[in-house]
């Protein structure tokens, strides 16, 4: 089944703690995305990788990094999380940047 | 700035009523074009898109969209509504650097 696996599903974390969210997807797809989730904001775009070792800032990168060392892999690195980095994120993959894009199932995170 | 709107944050429809959301984009060249549809706890879910051609096209689910350039819109119908279909509806459209912007999203609930 084609799909876009992330995980965890939900994680709470405090201020500075490093944490990692994985990506995976098996459907051999070259480009890969992260994407955080506010009210009212709809999706906004993080990083985004348009093949294996290419990676480029979105709209709203601070705080954030990526790596894309394998193509099915896109982590989402949080190297000292704060409270505003509280959000839904998302990660979709497509086979190229305008492509449709499969979705993961979402991870929910919470920094106090 | 290249942007995405969806007037309607929440609407309400009962079911088998019809349902129209509204999506304008401003993007100026021929934009590709995207639904997505989120239901609760999930990823978005690709519902219908529109690079060229005919510009009515059909989705998963029984839905379809009208693409009128002359409006910079692009909605989204569906005849008759399920309670099923109750989600958050992104609207979508690729912007001049292969990107893809979405918008803020429509929340339809639907009264049994």
């Known amino acids: 089944e084609a799909q876009v696996t992330q995980n965890p599903r939900y994680l709470i974390t405090v201020t500075g703690k490093k944490l990692t969210v994985t990506c995976s997807q098996n459907?051999?797809?070259?480009?890969m995305s992260w994407y955080r989730q506010d009210p009212g904001l709809g999706l906004r775009q993080i990083y985004y990788s348009m093949n294996v070792e290419v990676t480029d800032k979105g709209d709203v990168p601070e705080g954030y990094k990526v790596s894309r060392k394998e193509k099915r892999n896109f982590p989402l690195i949080l190297e000292s999380p704060s409270p505003n980095q509280t959000s839904l994120y998302f990660c979709?993959?497509?086979?190229?940047?305008?492509?449709?894009?499969?979705f993961g199932n979402g991870t929910r995170l919470t920094v106090t | 700035a290249q942007s995405v709107t969806q007037p309607d944050i929440h609407i309400t429809v009962s079911e088998g009523a019809s349902l129209e959301l509204r999506c304008n984009y401003s993007y100026g060249a021929t934009p590709y074009l995207f639904w997505y549809v989120q239901s609760p706890g999930q990823g978005l879910q690709l519902l219908l898109k529109y690079f060229s051609g005919d510009t009515l096209v059909q989705g998963i689910k029984g839905f379809e969209a009208e693409f009128k350039r002359s409006q910079s819109s692009f909605n989204l119908r569906k005849p008759s509504v399920h309670w099923s279909d109750a989600a958050e509806y992104f609207c979508?459209?690729?912007?001049?650097?292969?990107?893809?912007?979405f918008g803020p999203g429509t929340s339809l609930s639907v009264i049994p």
């Open positions: 979508a459209s690729k912007t001049s650097y292969d990107k893809v912007i």
């Open positions: 459907m051999n797809h070259e480009y």
């Open positions: 979709a993959s497509g086979l190229t940047g305008t492509s449709p894009l499969h």
